[in-house]
């Protein structure tokens, strides 16, 4: 079976750091463009980083900038997602997606574009 699971989330301060796991399973990670995106209470989707182990290609949202750093092990089959410099904004519920391509940013927002979709971890930020 297809499995995305995500963890490593939590409550944390301001300025504390996280990092998030994503576990890959009934498919090998490298082969797809590997995506974390997030969701806050009571708003829609965000994506938030962007991954392709065969391309080297990255890419994150301009907010996250700077803090967040996304990285792919194949041996462990393992995405992750580094968060330094935490802030309230960043609270969210945190999944790990899989699609075969680099979606258009328009699209990276919807769940039904992904091919694989985590169930999430949450992070809260908070003083």
């Known amino acids: 079976d297809v499995q995305l699971v995500e963890s490593g989330g939590g409550s944390v301060q301001p300025g504390d750091s996280l990092k998030l796991s994503c576990v890959a399973s009934?498919?090998?990670?490298?082969?797809?463009?590997m995506y974390w995106v997030r969701q806050a209470p009571g708003k829609g989707l965000e994506w938030v980083s962007v991954?392709?182990?065969?391309?080297?290609?990255?890419s994150w949202r301009t907010s996250v900038y700077g803090r967040f750093s996304i990285s792919l092990d194949n041996a462990k089959n393992t995405l992750y997602l580094e968060m330094n410099s935490l802030k309230p904004e960043d609270t969210a519920t945190y999944h790990c997606?899989?699609?075969?391509?680099?979606?258009?940013?328009?699209?990276?927002?919807?769940?039904?574009?992904?091919?694989?979709w985590g169930q999430g971890t949450q992070v809260t930020v908070s003083a």
């Open positions: 997606a899989a699609a075969s391509s680099l979606l258009p940013v328009s699209d990276r927002t919807s769940a039904r574009a992904y091919t694989y």
């Open positions: 009934g498919f090998s990670a490298s082969n797809y463009w």
């Open positions: 991954t392709n182990s065969g391309s080297g290609y990255v």
